[in-house]
């Protein structure tokens, strides 16, 4: 007996690093062999010429995040991570958000109920910090790094959330004290909420002026504000779901003056703009809203370059999932509403590793290594996973994803989450998970969903490793 539980043969392996040719031996959940010739296992499985790669990451996801009634999140644990695993991610951070004046010790504890014997695949929580008192700086914050909540997300607009100058200075020196990452959603909210009430007096409150309340100057303002905050406090942060040129130009300014600013984008940033909110003014764009917004042609290319070059650091889904003909969704209360009230954000989890190995790697953009780096590697360094999650190595879980390539039309009947539609619908991709492993075990074989409720394990996450720590 080999004690191997599965043997995976001829495999074209790749890392964030490599691409070759190697049989992967797993027992109890772990990748234990790596080599050519592994004695037999229990199970095999043939992936000669196919090429796998670690689960993905999926670092930026929202589920079953409490929301302002009657809206309401349509994915859970259950679902989310359902349309996770058959997309090939197996591995989900999501947020427990903080309501003002909540602690931040219940905000976990709630999350972790939600998702409690639910989860298909493993995952962590990041924290949204939107009350940052006395309490939360001092203890809270501190001791929840210390337990595995190493990450989290300071938000500059949306007015439950948003958090001023001297609040994200405050929240910035607790990262700097405790190691944690923090991640910044950029978007300076008195120029939105100026544009909105200007936008709302002219009659404009149809989906497509969305885009137009958030055009990308407000984007670049706080992109430059929070690098230069970062700056202050000296700490490294991750600046989530940058959507174009001018954003872009701030981070490679920070970077160019030898500041550690991390760096996310999202497919709705290569795949969608903001025609897809609309070019009159018809309801259906309301699929499509979400911020920042998509821009045009040429910030998405951007994007792509930015991708290409390594500004980016993280490539994940900002999965927001709306129902659109739903009064918790897309139509709070039944309502086609202005576009201030539309709930923001996209559904993206399933789709996520597809799309971006299908006009990445596929389209001859990225190398196979850098979509491993982006959608696996990275983010699991980032947020302290690596490299248990994120990588093939011996001792690393075997998440593992074998691809099929093959063309198709995207449509939302295929897909695994509880929302009404997608944004990609009608989209030709080139390939999709034939198998995904979770810790060893088939979670979707190319056909059908394997479900393994509860299975998905929280994990507490260390400290991020991109980068040494300063001593
Ligand atoms: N924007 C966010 O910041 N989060 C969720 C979805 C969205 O559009
Ligand atoms: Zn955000
Ligand atoms: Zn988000």
Redo the contacts with the bound molecule.
């Keep these: 007996m080999s004690g191997l539980d599965l043997v995976i043969r001829g495999a074209r392996v790749t890392t964030a690093a490599d691409v070759f040719v190697s049989d992967i031996g797993i027992a109890q959940g772990r990748i234990v062999a790596l080599g050519q010739g592994l004695p037999a296992a229990a199970r095999e499985i043939d992936a000669a010429g196919r090429v796998v790669t670690p689960g993905g990451v999926d670092a930026h996801c929202?589920l079953d995040q409490p929301m302002a009634p009657p809206v309401r999140m349509a994915d859970d644990f259950d679902t989310g991570t359902r349309a996770a695993a058959c997309g090939g991610t197996t591995t989900v951070i999501p947020f427990a958000a903080q309501v003002k004046g909540q602690s931040l010790r219940a905000a976990v504890a709630d999350y972790h109920q939600r998702a409690e014997g639910k989860a298909h695949v493993d995952y962590a929580f990041h924290l949204i910090v939107s009350d940052p008192t006395p309490q939360v700086l001092e203890h809270e914050l501190p001791a929840l790094i210390r337990e595995g909540y190493t990450s989290f997300k300071i938000?500059m607009?949306?007015d439950d959330l948003k958090l001023d100058d001297g609040q994200i200075l405050d929240v910035l020196s607790v990262a700097r004290a405790h190691g944690a990452m923090a991640m910044i959603?950029a978007e300076n909210a008195d120029c939105i909420e100026w544009l909105t009430r200007r936008l709302e007096a002219a009659g404009r409150t149809a989906p497509r002026f969305h885009a137009h309340a958030r055009p990308m100057l407000v984007e670049r303002e706080a992109t430059h504000r929070a690098i230069a905050l970062a700056e202050l406090v000296d700490v490294p942060i991750l600046i989530?779901?940058v959507s174009g040129r001018e954003a872009v130009e701030q981070i490679r300014w920070g970077r160019a003056h030898g500041l550690p600013i991390y760096a996310e984008t999202c497919p709705q940033y290569l795949f969608l703009t903001a025609a897809d909110l609309g070019i009159d003014d018809s309801y259906q764009g309301a699929r499509c809203?979400?911020?920042?917004p998509p821009r045009d042609a040429g910030n998405q290319q951007v994007i792509w370059d930015a991708l290409v070059d390594g500004l980016f650091t993280v490539f994940s889904s900002?999965h927001?999932p709306f129902n659109y003909d739903a009064a918790e969704g897309k139509k709070p209360g039944g309502q086609e509403v202005a576009f201030r009230h539309i709930p923001?954000?996209?559904a993206g989890i399933e789709t996520r590793m597809p799309l971006l190995y299908s006009e990445g790697v596929l389209g001859g953009r990225l190398t196979l290594e850098k979509f491993v780096e982006l959608t696996a590697t990275n983010p699991a360094k980032a947020y302290g996973l690596h490299p248990r999650k994120g990588s093939i190595a011996i001792g690393s879980d075997a998440d593992l994803v074998v691809w099929d390539e093959r063309e198709f039309v995207l449509s939302n009947a295929m897909l695994h989450h509880a929302v009404d539609h997608t944004p990609y619908e009608g989209h030709t991709l080139r390939a999709w998970p034939g198998l995904t492993l979770a810790r060893g075990q088939v979670v979707w074989d190319g056909t059908q969903f394997h479900p393994r409720p509860g299975q998905g394990r929280f994990l507490p996450c260390g400290m991020p490793s991109l980068r040494p720590r300063k001593p």
């Design positions: 929202h938000y607009t949306y959603h989530v779901h809203v979400c911020s920042p900002d927001a923001n954000g996209l």
